[in-house]
C-alpha cells in the first residue's frame, strides 16, 4: 500500500517543478521531505543496522564490534538453513498459486458477472471486512474449527462421513497453507479486480465476435490485461508469505520451520547477527523474486 | 426466405424491461448493398446493429441472413463480423495479432494466419504498422487496423457502428470513399449506423431512416431526400423547408427556392431575417408573418447579381411539382 502514498506525495511536487521550470524548486525538495523522512527513519536506516549487524560477531551475551563473515558462512554453511528457505519458498509457491486462482475468479465475477457498480463496491467491501480484525486473531480462530474436536471434525464424526477424527487438519502443513490463503487472498483480488475493471467492455465483445469462446476470451484477452493486477498480487502475497512468522508457529504447532521462525528463535537466543544475516539473506530472495516479477510485469501501467 | 437477399428482420423487437428500443421493424436488405441505419441517438439504430451482430438478444421475432435463421446463433455462426465505435482493438496485440485474432480462435497455425493478416493489413494500407501496438496509432489508422480485423473472417455482412465519428472531418472523408471502394471490391454487404444524414446520402445504397425505435423510411438516398415520408424527416435531412397550409403539410428543397418581390402573388410573405454567405451559395432566412423561419439556398451568382437587405420584404416562391405533402 505504500504505493499510493508514493504517487500521492510525488504529484505535488510535479506540479511544483512545472510552476518553476529552472533549476530545483525548494517547493518540490519540502514536499518529498515528509515522505523522504518517513521512509529514511523507518526503512533506510534500520535496513543499514540490519546489514551491519550481519557482520558482526558475537558470543553468548553481547554483540562484538568486530566485522566477520562467520554468520553468513554458518547461515549457508549449515543444510538447516537451505531446508527451511526450500519450505519457506514451497509455502510461498503454494500460497501464491491457490490466492492467484481465488483472486483471479473472484475478481472475474465481481468485475465481470456483477451487474452494476453498487453492487460490484458491496460486494468487494463484504471481502474486506475480515481485515478489520488482526492477522492473529483470525488464525488463531482456525483452531477450534480445526482441532480434534473442533467444528470441522465433530461435523463429518456426526454425520458418519469420517470415523476417525482427521488429525492433519490443524498443526500441519495443510493447516498453514490454508492460514495463508485465508489470510492472503484479498492481497490478490484487489491489484486483480482492479485491473479487470480497467478492461474495456467491448473488447469481450469484439473477441466474441471474432469467434472467441469463454475460454478463449479469459486466456487471449483477460488473463493478459490483468497481467499487471497479478504481478502486484504476487509481489504482496510472496513478500508476505515468505516473512511470515506467526501463522506458522500458530498453525504448525511448534512442528513446521520457516525462516521468519528460524530469526526469531536466532533473537530469541540473543544470536542478533546470526539472525541479522539470515534476514538479510531473506530480504535479497525476495528482493530478487519482486525484480523478477517486475522483468514480467510493468506495474507503472497501474499507477 | 428470399435467396436474393443478403439480410432479413421479420418483426423485429427488442425490449429494455417495459420500454421497446425497437419495435416490430421489417427491412430486407439485397445483396451487396450499403445500407446506411440512419437516426438520431436514441431512435433505435445501435440497437438494430447489435442484434444483427448477436451481441444483444431479439425480444421478438426473427433475422435471416443469407437464407438462414440466426436469431439465436452466437455471432460467430452468423457470418456477419463488427466494427464497433471505439475500434475495440485489443490493447495488448499489436496490429498483424489484432488482425488475426479471429483465425486464431478458429485454430488457423500461425504463419498462415500471420500470412493473411498482412494480407488484409496491405489491403487497408497499413502493412508498414504490422508490428505496432494500438495505442502507438492515430484514431484513423486503428480504424484501418479494426476494419481489417473484422475482415479477415470473410463475413457475408459487415456491421459498422457509427464507423467515421471520432475521426476529424478531413480523415472522415478519405475514409468514407475508402468504406465505399471496399465494399464495392468485396461485393458483400455493409450495414453502416450513422446520425449524419450527408454520411448516409455519399455512401448509401439504401438508407433506412429510423426514430422512435421504428423504421420511418427506407428507399434509395435520392427517392429518400427528395421525396421524405415526414416532417421528421424532412427536418431530420436537412435542406429542406417544411410548410403547413390549409391542405396539410409538405417539404419543399431549400435550393429549389426562390426569392420574389413582395408584390408577387404566390409563395410565403415575410421579411429577410438572415443572410449567410456559404461560398457555392448564399443562404436566405426569411421570418414568416405566421412565424417561424423558412430557408432559400441561393446559388452565389444569382444572390450577387439581386443582392438582398437584410429585414427587406419578400416572399419565398417554389414551383408546385417541388412540394411533396408529408405526413406530420
Redesign the interface.
Given at each position: 500500500m505504500s504505493t499510493t502514498v508514493d504517487t500521492a506525495a510525488a504529484r505535488p511536487a510535479a506540479g511544483a517543478t512545472r510552476t518553476r521550470a529552472e533549476g530545483r524548486p525548494l517547493g518540490a525538495w519540502l514536499l518529498a521531505l515528509p515522505l523522504a523522512l518517513v521512509l529514511g527513519v523507518f526503512l533506510v536506516i534500520p535496513i543499514i543496522m540490519l546489514i551491519v549487524v550481519s557482520f558482526l560477531d558475537y558470543n553468548s551475551v553481547q554483540i562484538l564490534w568486530s566485522f566477520v563473515l562467520s554468520n553468513y558462512q554458518e547461515a549457508l554453511g549449515s543444510a538447516v538453513t537451505w531446508e527451511t528457505f526450500a519450505v519457506t519458498i514451497k509455502y510461498a509457491a503454494i500460497t501464491w498459486a491457490i490466492t492467484l486462482f481465488l483472486g483471479f475468479w473472484l475478481s472475474y465475477f465481481l468485475a465481470f458477472e456483477v451487474r452494476g457498480t453498487t453492487w460490484q463496491m458491496g460486494l468487494f467491501l463484504v471481502c474486506s471486512i475480515p481485515f478489520l480484525t488482526s492477522n492473529i486473531i483470525r488464525t488463531i480462530s482456525w483452531i477450534p474449527a480445526l482441532g480434534r474436536n473442533g467444528i470441522v471434525n465433530s461435523v463429518l464424526l456426526h454425520f458418519h462421513i469420517i470415523h476417525q477424527p482427521l488429525t492433519f487438519l490443524l498443526y500441519s502443513q495443510f493447516a498453514i497453507i490454508l492460514a495463508f490463503v485465508h489470510l492472503n487472498t484479498l492481497f490478490m483480488v484487489t491489484p486483480i479486480f482492479n485491473s479487470m475493471m480497467r478492461i474495456?467492455r467491448?473488447?469481450i465483445?469484439?473477441?466474441?465476435?471474432?469467434?472467441?469462446?469463454f475460454w478463449?476470451t479469459i486466456w487471449?484477452?483477460v488473463l493478459?490485461?490483468s497481467?499487471t493486477g497479478i504481478g502486484i498480487g504476487t509481489i504482496f502475497v510472496i513478500t508476505l508469505v515468505m516473512g511470515d512468522f506467526v501463522s506458522v508457529s500458530i498453525m504448525g504447532g511448534g512442528q513446521s520451520a520457516s525462516v521468519g521462525i528460524m530469526i526469531q528463535n536466532e533473537m530469541s537466543q540473543l544470536q542478533y547477527p546470526a539472525a541479522a544475516a539470515n534476514a538479510v539473506i531473506l530480504l535479497a530472495i525476495v528482493l530478487i523474486m519482486v525484480f523478477l516479477i517486475l522483468r514480467v510485469v510493468d506495474i507503472r501501467k497501474e499507477l | 426466405m428470399h435467396p436474393a437477399l443478403d439480410v432479413e428482420l421479420i418483426s423485429v423487437t427488442k425490449r429494455y424491461g417495459s420500454t421497446a428500443a425497437v419495435e416490430n421493424i421489417s427491412l430486407r436488405i439485397p445483396r451487396g448493398t450499403y445500407c446506411c441505419l440512419l437516426g438520431p441517438s436514441g431512435c433505435g439504430k445501435t440497437s438494430t446493429l447489435r442484434m444483427i451482430a448477436g451481441h444483444e438478444t431479439i425480444s421478438e421475432g426473427d433475422i435471416i441472413i443469407n437464407g438462414v435463421n440466426v436469431s439465436d446463433l452466437p455471432p460467430v455462426k452468423r457470418g456477419t463480423a463488427m466494427m464497433f465505435q471505439s475500434y475495440a482493438l485489443f490493447p495488448h496485440l499489436n496490429c498483424i495479432d489484432n488482425v488475426a485474432f479471429g483465425l486464431k480462435m478458429r485454430g488457423v497455425g500461425k504463419a498462415e494466419r500471420r500470412a493473411r493478416a498482412g494480407e488484409l493489413l496491405s489491403m487497408v494500407q497499413m502493412e508498414k504498422y504490422a508490428e505496432r501496438l494500438p495505442a502507438q496509432l492515430s484514431g484513423g489508422q486503428q480504424q484501418r487496423v479494426a476494419l481489417a480485423r473484422a475482415l479477415i473472417t470473410r463475413p457475408k455482412v459487415l456491421l459498422l457502428d457509427e464507423p467515421l465519428s471520432a475521426l476529424d472531418p478531413f480523415l472522415r472523408g478519405a475514409m468514407r470513399e475508402e468504406l465505399k471502394r471496399l465494399q464495392r471490391e468485396l461485393g458483400i454487404s455493409f450495414i453502416h449506423v450513422t446520425h449524419s444524414q450527408e454520411e448516409a446520402l455519399a455512401l448509401a445504397d439504401l438508407v433506412v431512416v429510423m426514430d422512435h425505435g421504428v423504421i420511418v423510411q427506407s428507399g434509395a438516398p435520392r427517392e429518400v431526400f427528395d421525396t421524405p415520408a415526414t416532417a421528421f424527416i424532412a427536418r431530420f435531412m436537412g435542406g429542406h423547408n417544411v410548410i403547413t397550409n390549409g391542405h396539410g403539410a409538405f417539404a419543399v428543397r431549400a435550393d429549389r427556392c426562390r426569392i420574389a418581390p413582395p408584390t408577387a402573388n404566390e409563395g410565403l410573405p415575410g421579411s429577410i431575417c438572415s443572410i449567410e454567405y456559404l461560398g457555392a451559395v448564399v443562404k436566405v432566412g426569411i421570418a414568416t408573418e405566421a412565424g417561424g423561419q423558412i430557408v432559400a439556398l441561393l446559388p452565389d451568382d444569382q444572390f450577387f447579381a439581386a443582392p438582398l437587405m437584410m429585414g427587406a420584404p419578400a416572399r419565398l416562391v417554389w414551383a408546385p411539382q417541388d412540394a411533396h405533402p408529408v405526413a406530420a
Amino acid at each position: 500500500m505504500s504505493t499510493t502514498v508514493d504517487t500521492a506525495a510525488a504529484r505535488p511536487a510535479a506540479g511544483a517543478t512545472r510552476t518553476r521550470a529552472e533549476g530545483r524548486p525548494l517547493g518540490a525538495w519540502l514536499l518529498a521531505l515528509p515522505l523522504a523522512l518517513v521512509l529514511g527513519v523507518f526503512l533506510v536506516i534500520p535496513i543499514i543496522m540490519l546489514i551491519v549487524v550481519s557482520f558482526l560477531d558475537y558470543n553468548s551475551v553481547q554483540i562484538l564490534w568486530s566485522f566477520v563473515l562467520s554468520n553468513y558462512q554458518e547461515a549457508l554453511g549449515s543444510a538447516v538453513t537451505w531446508e527451511t528457505f526450500a519450505v519457506t519458498i514451497k509455502y510461498a509457491a503454494i500460497t501464491w498459486a491457490i490466492t492467484l486462482f481465488l483472486g483471479f475468479w473472484l475478481s472475474y465475477f465481481l468485475a465481470f458477472e456483477v451487474r452494476g457498480t453498487t453492487w460490484q463496491m458491496g460486494l468487494f467491501l463484504v471481502c474486506s471486512i475480515p481485515f478489520l480484525t488482526s492477522n492473529i486473531i483470525r488464525t488463531i480462530s482456525w483452531i477450534p474449527a480445526l482441532g480434534r474436536n473442533g467444528i470441522v471434525n465433530s461435523v463429518l464424526l456426526h454425520f458418519h462421513i469420517i470415523h476417525q477424527p482427521l488429525t492433519f487438519l490443524l498443526y500441519s502443513q495443510f493447516a498453514i497453507i490454508l492460514a495463508f490463503v485465508h489470510l492472503n487472498t484479498l492481497f490478490m483480488v484487489t491489484p486483480i479486480f482492479n485491473s479487470m475493471m480497467r478492461i474495456d467492455r467491448t473488447l469481450i465483445e469484439a473477441a466474441r465476435d471474432n469467434g472467441a469462446g469463454f475460454w478463449q476470451t479469459i486466456w487471449n484477452v483477460v488473463l493478459p490485461l490483468s497481467k499487471t493486477g497479478i504481478g502486484i498480487g504476487t509481489i504482496f502475497v510472496i513478500t508476505l508469505v515468505m516473512g511470515d512468522f506467526v501463522s506458522v508457529s500458530i498453525m504448525g504447532g511448534g512442528q513446521s520451520a520457516s525462516v521468519g521462525i528460524m530469526i526469531q528463535n536466532e533473537m530469541s537466543q540473543l544470536q542478533y547477527p546470526a539472525a541479522a544475516a539470515n534476514a538479510v539473506i531473506l530480504l535479497a530472495i525476495v528482493l530478487i523474486m519482486v525484480f523478477l516479477i517486475l522483468r514480467v510485469v510493468d506495474i507503472r501501467k497501474e499507477l | 426466405m428470399h435467396p436474393a437477399l443478403d439480410v432479413e428482420l421479420i418483426s423485429v423487437t427488442k425490449r429494455y424491461g417495459s420500454t421497446a428500443a425497437v419495435e416490430n421493424i421489417s427491412l430486407r436488405i439485397p445483396r451487396g448493398t450499403y445500407c446506411c441505419l440512419l437516426g438520431p441517438s436514441g431512435c433505435g439504430k445501435t440497437s438494430t446493429l447489435r442484434m444483427i451482430a448477436g451481441h444483444e438478444t431479439i425480444s421478438e421475432g426473427d433475422i435471416i441472413i443469407n437464407g438462414v435463421n440466426v436469431s439465436d446463433l452466437p455471432p460467430v455462426k452468423r457470418g456477419t463480423a463488427m466494427m464497433f465505435q471505439s475500434y475495440a482493438l485489443f490493447p495488448h496485440l499489436n496490429c498483424i495479432d489484432n488482425v488475426a485474432f479471429g483465425l486464431k480462435m478458429r485454430g488457423v497455425g500461425k504463419a498462415e494466419r500471420r500470412a493473411r493478416a498482412g494480407e488484409l493489413l496491405s489491403m487497408v494500407q497499413m502493412e508498414k504498422y504490422a508490428e505496432r501496438l494500438p495505442a502507438q496509432l492515430s484514431g484513423g489508422q486503428q480504424q484501418r487496423v479494426a476494419l481489417a480485423r473484422a475482415l479477415i473472417t470473410r463475413p457475408k455482412v459487415l456491421l459498422l457502428d457509427e464507423p467515421l465519428s471520432a475521426l476529424d472531418p478531413f480523415l472522415r472523408g478519405a475514409m468514407r470513399e475508402e468504406l465505399k471502394r471496399l465494399q464495392r471490391e468485396l461485393g458483400i454487404s455493409f450495414i453502416h449506423v450513422t446520425h449524419s444524414q450527408e454520411e448516409a446520402l455519399a455512401l448509401a445504397d439504401l438508407v433506412v431512416v429510423m426514430d422512435h425505435g421504428v423504421i420511418v423510411q427506407s428507399g434509395a438516398p435520392r427517392e429518400v431526400f427528395d421525396t421524405p415520408a415526414t416532417a421528421f424527416i424532412a427536418r431530420f435531412m436537412g435542406g429542406h423547408n417544411v410548410i403547413t397550409n390549409g391542405h396539410g403539410a409538405f417539404a419543399v428543397r431549400a435550393d429549389r427556392c426562390r426569392i420574389a418581390p413582395p408584390t408577387a402573388n404566390e409563395g410565403l410573405p415575410g421579411s429577410i431575417c438572415s443572410i449567410e454567405y456559404l461560398g457555392a451559395v448564399v443562404k436566405v432566412g426569411i421570418a414568416t408573418e405566421a412565424g417561424g423561419q423558412i430557408v432559400a439556398l441561393l446559388p452565389d451568382d444569382q444572390f450577387f447579381a439581386a443582392p438582398l437587405m437584410m429585414g427587406a420584404p419578400a416572399r419565398l416562391v417554389w414551383a408546385p411539382q417541388d412540394a411533396h405533402p408529408v405526413a406530420a
